[in-house]
């Protein structure tokens, strides 16, 4: 059973600064099925990235994805107001499982 | 623009069924490319995946495996929805409760989802 384990837990930045979450596998894993998404309170997650590096439909290009194997981040270039929230990697497919990593809450 | 609106009872005692139900606008569930996903989010066990069902000249059905005997996901084509029952409930399964759709025929995950379902496991 495939782990993710996200990190930092917490990060506290200042709009307009750039925010880097990682995101690490427990084995490696297809870069196709690795995703990104972005929850506020009370709201369903949003689907961010897809395939690591692709955008979702209507999603600003400040937010970008990388990596590959066990190792991947996402980066929001420059805080605005609405994207602190809380930021989840996942693997679709090709798991048993779908797992979604715990999460890494963007604060101001 | 796809929607999903979810209904179900907000309380459930323990050892009952858990039944939820997500209405489809703006896709059809039998989609060759769609998948239809139930997913619960809880603080002790954050975001987990429950399982799906899709078809493909016939329908499937995937469950993750700790729940794997107790959770039923169907279709209901002729009503264009897709529900959730989970058996002999516990306090641990209270949650929100969400669907969602994944279009992996174009390589896109969960891409819509429900508004979430609040079910609460208690006498």
Redesign the interface.
């Known amino acids: 059973e495939i782990v993710l384990t996200q990190s930092p837990g917490t990060l506290s930045l200042s709009p307009g600064e750039r925010a880097t979450v990682s995101c690490r596998a427990s084995q490696g894993i297809n870069s196709r099925h690795l995703a990104w998404y972005q929850q506020k309170s009370g709201q369903a997650p949003r689907l961010l990235i897809y395939g690591a590096s692709s955008r979702a439909t209507g999603i600003p290009d400040r937010f970008s994805g990388s990596g590959s194997g066990t190792d991947f981040t996402l980066t929001i270039s420059r805080l605005e107001p609405e994207d602190f929230a809380v930021y989840y990697c996942h693997q679709c497919c090709g798991s048993p499982t779908w797992p979604f990593g715990q999460g890494t809450k963007v604060e101001i | 623009q796809v929607q999903l609106q979810q209904s179900g009872p907000g309380l459930v005692e323990p050892s009952q069924t858990l039944s939820l139900t997500c209405v489809i606008s703006g896709d059809n569930i039998s989609s060759k490319t769609a998948a239809w996903h139930w997913i619960r989010q809880s603080p002790s066990r ?4 429950l399982g799906r069902t899709f078809y493909r000249s016939k329908w499937y059905k ?1 469950y ?2 700790s729940v794997r005997s107790r959770i039923t996901i169907s279709p209901d084509t002729s009503k264009n929805q897709f529900s959730l029952q989970l058996n002999s409930v516990t306090p641990e399964d209270t949650a929100v409760y ?1 669907c ?1 759709r ?1 279009n ?1 025929g174009l ?5 819509y ?4 379902s609040l079910v609460t496991v208690s006498s």
Not at chain 2, 107 to 111: G, N, R, V
Not at chain 2, 113 to 116: C, P, R, V
């Open positions: 954050g975001l987990e995946w995937e993750t495996e969400f969602a994944d992996l390589s896109i995950p969960l891409d989802w429900g508004q979430g």
